[in-house]
């Protein structure tokens, strides 16, 4: 049925342009630089004018245009000089130049229709922490094919790590190690928040190991049920852990949450000499930018070792696996040390952005570790397409901007231009609150992108192929382990 | 391994004997919370054990279904019947019966529409692709209710009966939990002979043995899996109406928690294996209500979970075939 549906779609289109004498053969005999130009025009042209129609015009939109052409239209693969092929780095350099300097042009954007607003700055800091736990999904969901419903396991323990070591939680004890920028006098453990996030990273992956040793070796959907309850095993621990086991030792402080972090710094004599923030926090309105940079920093960190790693004879051995578990078998590939491996890395990342995030918001609180958010990381990873570095990129930014920011705006928005008399739209009676429908949203997403586009909105060609052409998929046993 | 199951068994063992000893009246009222509990989750378990029997695709909106039978119960049984405290035995009887119907057959149409939208066009996709289309009905179901009854509680009157059906050396039986088996076992038995005897449960197993097969010998298959997927969804709707009249109260998120119960007691009888669903299910029961109530050295409510979802990680690690199910190429 989606078959069907799209290709009518698709015929009645190119009947369309046929009658104005531009069959597909023709269009398809055009140079490629053409053909992408053309494309690109007809896309910012539309996004202009609904932005003219439906937004609030500001000519900064001309300058998004042109930035946008000019990353989309000229043929930058083949810019090669002196033998080096440097082609290929343009348009990420452009990508992250823009990145970088979005804190100084966010104030003068152009209001978007729908969506309204540009992402504010705690928005950013937002998507950069879930752009890492997406990616560290992307390894075992994307490269080794493994369904893990349970990352949330990984945040949660990721922002305890940050709420044990970098706090007043346990305040019997008082140890201080490289505490750069924190206030002085206070007890507890205070590490600088630089080693906690690496601690934290080690701590998670080591967790990952213990619930992937005994788990890997089952069938993908028994798999995806472990890591599910995992996953709701460490909020509860993180809610009733005040008095654990009827010790009165205090580990987690309940539902009360651990609060407050201390925020990441350089301390007070690389604050003189090289002029980094003392203490983040020191900065006042400044201090999400600061944020914002530190989440971009980490966020390259995690794309490079996702595209090194991929590369790698790890990496391979991943794909291998997700495509044909009995061939990998058979030529070498060991199941369980790769799979375990996929897992350990995806844990790494996804504990160095809970205590990142931990840090940010400065604590951590139980209620934050529900199911719901291991499946926001899913749909981030499935809406972008599984496998794909730049894909798990676009669909955590959008989906976590949706999270924090689109949907109210939506919301707003629907009821402003489609109220019934300036009021508020109703459905069965009660207004409608587009944010309350959050995970509907969520849910219809997921289901659409798997029924007519299951690799996703920017695929890796090898993960379509698989959707397409169907793979080998029958798991096996008696290799494992 | 067995080693340590053995002692683990032991232990448990130990503790329910010491609780008895310290309270044997008051432990026989929680065995029966435990009973009351089992057969509801028995009505879900059955639900996943019939579609992963057929499938081998664990329906995640599967506890959605039961919850939105539940306030499908709630509604019929307070807006159409107008049930309060004090009814008739008669208009009692009538309107849980008619109730029952509605939310079986609304519940029997939603699952197999749910399979016809989300599951059958990815039959031949890999294995993750349906489950995860699954997660995503369920996140579908819930915001559904959402929008129908708001994000807060949905409170049901007490309508059935607390009175006692038998007082004897401190120990009480109510009504109410009675009532609960009244309408649970004759489901249970009427699907029992629905697989066993009928033609279309001949169907049905066949279907589930190899499905090739079933078709070259001239069985619909995917009709007989949306049948399949109707009789589960009907089994949710029942556990819809005796949830939402026993504990009186209905939340969009409770199909997705005691699913995820019932899915655990699907898999600790074998999954795929029907009386082991039921089993599974009473043993779920019994352990959530001892937890839950006995006095001696138990974890208690909060613990709950922590401890369902063990059992299924242990069970799953270490028996994936259940305490029923038959040892498989596949494990499971």
């Known amino acids: ?481 | 391994m067995p080693m340590m199951a053995t002692l683990l068994v032991a232990g448990a063992i130990a503790l329910l004997v010491d609780n008895f000893v310290h309270g044997p009246a008051y432990f026989t009222d929680i065995a029966f919370i435990g009973l009351t509990n089992g057969a509801l989750y028995a009505l879900v378990a059955l639900g996943y054990t019939l579609v992963y029997g057929i499938l081998e695709l664990i329906n995640f909106a599967h506890g959605d279904v039961f919850m939105l039978g539940g306030l499908f119960s709630a509604t019929a049984v307070v807006s159409w019947f107008g049930l309060g405290a004090h009814n008739s035995t008669g208009s009692l009887i009538v309107a849980i019966f008619v109730s029952l119907l509605f939310a079986m057959v609304a519940c029997g149409l939603i699952n197999a529409a749910i399979e016809r939208v989300a599951y059958r066009p990815l039959r031949s996709a890999p294995r993750l692709a349906p489950l995860i289309t699954a997660i995503g009905m369920s996140f579908i179901l819930q915001n559904v209710a959402i929008a129908w009854k708001g994000p807060g509680y949905t409170a049901v009157p007490f309508v059935l009966p607390s009175s006692q059906v038998f007082s004897t050396h401190g120990i009480t039986y109510t009504w109410e939990k009675l009532i609960v088996l009244i309408v649970t076992v004759p489901v249970l038995l009427a699907l029992v002979y629905l697989v066993q005897k009928t033609r279309q449960g001949k169907a049905m197993r066949a279907t589930a043995q190899d499905r090739d097969a079933a078709a070259m010998m001239g069985i619909d298959v995917n009709r007989t899996i949306s049948f399949t997927f109707l009789i589960a969804g009907a089994l949710a709707g029942a556990g819809g109406l005796v949830y939402a009249l026993y504990y009186r109260q209905i939340h969009y998120d409770t199909g997705f928690r005691l699913g995820l119960i019932a899915f655990t007691a699907a898999v600790f009888g074998g999954i795929g294996n029907l009386p082991g669903a039921v089993l599974g299910a009473l043993a779920i029961g019994f352990i959530q209500a001892f937890n839950e109530g006995l006095p001696l050295h138990m974890p208690g409510s909060d613990w709950t979970e922590s401890i369902v979802f063990s059992i299924l990680i242990l069970i799953l690690v270490f028996r994936p075939e259940g305490l029923l199910g038959e040892r498989t190429p596949e494990g499971g």
């Open chain 1, 1 to 481: 049925m989606r078959r069907r549906l799209a290709a009518r779609v698709s015929s009645a289109w190119w009947t369309a342009l046929g009658v104005a004498g531009l069959d597909r053969q023709r269009w398809q005999g055009f140079s490629p630089l053409l053909r992408r130009s053309v494309k690109a025009v007809l896309w910012v042209v539309i996004g202009l004018l609904l932005i003219k129609f439906f937004g609030v015009w500001n000519n900064t939109a001309f300058a998004l245009a042109a930035v946008v052409l000019l990353l989309v239209v000229p043929p930058y693969q083949r810019v090669v000089i002196r033998g080096f092929r440097v082609g290929k780095w343009i348009i990420p350099a452009a990508v992250l130049a823009i990145a970088v300097a979005y804190p100084y042009y966010n104030g003068s954007m152009p209001q978007l229709p729908i969506f309204t607003t540009f992402p504010m700055m705690s928005t950013m800091v937002g998507m950069g922490v879930f752009t890492m736990m997406a990616l560290g999904l992307n390894f075992v969901v994307g490269y080794a094919g493994l369904l893990d419903l349970g990352y949330v396991a990984f945040y949660a323990m990721g922002s305890y790590a940050a709420g044990w070591f970098a706090s007043s939680q346990f305040s019997a004890q008082n140890l201080r190690l490289g505490a750069i920028g924190v206030t002085p006098g206070l007890t507890g453990f205070h590490f600088s928040i630089w080693l906690v996030l690496i601690m934290a990273g080690v701590a998670t992956a080591v967790i990952g190991v213990l619930i992937g040793l005994p788990t890997l070796r089952l069938r993908g959907d028994y798999l995806a049920i472990v890591t599910l309850g995992f996953g709701e095993i460490m909020p509860q621990i993180a809610t009733n852990g005040d008095n654990l086991f009827g010790t009165g030792f205090n580990l987690t402080n309940g539902t009360g949450g651990i609060s407050p972090i201390d925020p990441p710094g350089f301390g007070n004599w690389i604050g003189h000499h090289l002029h980094l923030p003392a203490n983040y926090l020191t900065l006042g309105t400044n201090a999400d930018r600061a944020f914002y940079w530190t989440v971009l920093a980490l966020v390259l960190l995690t794309i490079f070792c996702s595209a090194r790693l991929r590369e790698s004879r790890l990496g391979r051995a991943w794909i291998a696996i997700r495509e044909d578990e009995t061939a990998a078998a058979a030529m070498g590939i060991p199941l369980m040390r790769t799979k375990t491996w996929a897992y350990a890395t995806g844990a790494f990342f996804g504990g160095v952005a809970g205590a990142y995030y931990a840090s940010y918001i400065g604590a951590a609180f139980p209620d934050s570790f529900n199911f719901n958010i291991s499946v926001i990381i899913l749909v981030m990873v499935i809406l972008g397409g599984m496998g794909n570095i730049w894909g798990v990129i676009f669909g955590a930014c959008f989906i976590e901007y949706l999270n924090l920011e689109g949907l109210p705006n939506v919301g707003s928005w629907l009821n402003g231009h489609f109220g019934p008399g300036g009021s508020d739209i109703q459905i069965w009676h009660k207004v409608l609150d587009v944010p309350l429908y959050e995970y509907g949203i969520f849910g219809v997403i997921l289901v659409v992108v798997m029924l007519v586009r299951p690799e996703g909105l920017i695929p890796s060609q090898r993960r379509a192929a698989e959707f397409h052409e169907g793979v080998h998929d029958e798991p096996l046993y008696d290799v494992t382990a």
